[in-house]
């Protein structure tokens, strides 16, 4: 199983395409911003943001240009093109190829690992490492246990990318062992963030299993505001297990969301051809695995929600359909620079957690 469509909620990427469209004509190739431009750059976040919310009287709040926010994440983009780090992936054989040559696009090392042993020797010389669940293996169930739990003995920072969260008993078994050795970083559409809190018991609103609740596939069903409190949620879980007590969830659809639990954060942007492509979602997590090893979760996972935003709308206008967009989505990864992803719209918008449950 693969992301097939996308990080992109397919049932509300039509209705966000003329956003994603309008939106890309503001940010595309700047290396800098100024003062007007970052507020049209910010209108059309509120914009692009009300035109997919569901509550018109959720406000939302600019990020300043110049804030720490916005440098710290500049300084992951640059730091992972001069220093390279390695950040290997347990991931699905559908998507591998793009993982791989989407991590060294943005400056990273790539590595695929699936057996304990190999992992174990990896993570002496890895900032971060990648899990992805989307295609399965019978020895998968016994071997990611074993990692994770190794992991956390190590206090070492991966990124677990829950696909088809809730789909099949073997798939289900494997994201419940995370619950005791938990991730630093979950990336994911909102169905699946459901999914994961119903599994892992983190709150009462998640505890429906009923297929309502459940993706289609790989397929989003829910839209991103439907996911927000269980974001928070699962992120003040993983930040709770986390030796640093500093850990995030970022959650992809037609206006993304990235939350480290306290602090809640939507990114507009994006093309509606990330939905026509497969791996989308599964390459977003491993160069959030590359940013992982150079900066905080956060940090992180803003940094690589917001370079695919901008990568692919100038793949969009670059490309006649999936088979070029694929490629020049590649392409501007590789191109689009720390500037313009520290520019992007980022929009903070008031959430209420919910308390994760005491025990683990």
């Not at 240009?65 to 983009?77: G, N, T």
């Not at 010389?125 to 739990?149: C, D, H, M």
């Not at 956060?298 to 088979?323: H, I, K, M, V």
Request: net charge negative; proline share 5%.
């Amino acid at each position: 199983m693969s992301d097939s469509a996308n990080p992109s909620s397919t049932g509300s990427a039509a209705i966000a395409d003329d956003a994603y469209r309008n939106h890309s004509n503001v940010s595309d190739g700047r290396e800098d911003i100024g003062q007007d431009d970052y507020d049209a750059d910010q209108d059309d976040c509120a914009a692009c943001y009300a035109a997919n919310h569901n509550d018109a009287s959720q406000a939302l709040s600019k990020v300043p240009p110049h804030s720490e926010l916005r440098a710290r994440i500049r300084q992951a983009v640059e730091a992972v093109k001069t220093t390279r780090p390695l950040a290997p992936s347990f991931t699905n054989f559908v998507t591998m190829n793009l993982v791989a040559n989407a991590q060294l696009a943005v400056g990273g090392s790539a590595a695929m690992s699936l057996i304990y042993d190999e992992v174990v020797d990896m993570t002496a010389i890895a900032g971060a490492s990648y899990v992805n669940v989307g295609t399965l293996q019978p020895f998968y169930r016994e071997e990611l246990a074993k990692i994770s739990q190794f992991w956390r003995g190590q206090s070492h920072h991966w990124v677990l990318d829950p696909v088809g969260a809730g789909a099949g008993s073997t798939r289900t078994a494997i994201l419940e062992s995370f619950r005791t050795a938990p991730p630093t970083v979950v990336r994911a559409n909102a169905s699946e963030i459901l999914a994961l809190c119903s599994i892992w018991k983190l709150h009462d609103d998640a505890t429906d299993t009923s297929a309502a609740t459940r993706p289609a596939g790989v397929e989003s069903v829910d839209d991103v505001d439907d996911a927000q409190t269980a974001a928070m949620t699962l992120a003040r879980f993983l930040a709770a297990a986390a030796s640093d007590g500093k850990a995030a969830v970022a959650v992809s659809g037609a206006v993304d969301l990235v939350t480290d639990g306290t602090h809640a954060y939507r990114l507009p942007g994006g093309s509606a051809m990330m939905t026509r492509i497969t791996g989308a979602g599964c390459s977003l997590g491993g160069v959030l695995a590359c940013y992982l090893a150079v900066s905080d979760p956060l940090t992180a996972a803003l940094a690589a929600s917001l370079l695919y935003n901008r990568a692919s709308e100038r793949a969009e206008r670059a490309s006649d359909g999936p088979g070029t967009f694929q490629s020049a989505f590649l392409d501007a990864l590789y191109a689009v620079s720390a500037d313009e992803v520290a520019a992007s719209p980022v929009a903070a918008v008031p959430a209420e957690p919910i308390e994760p449950s005491a025990d683990r």
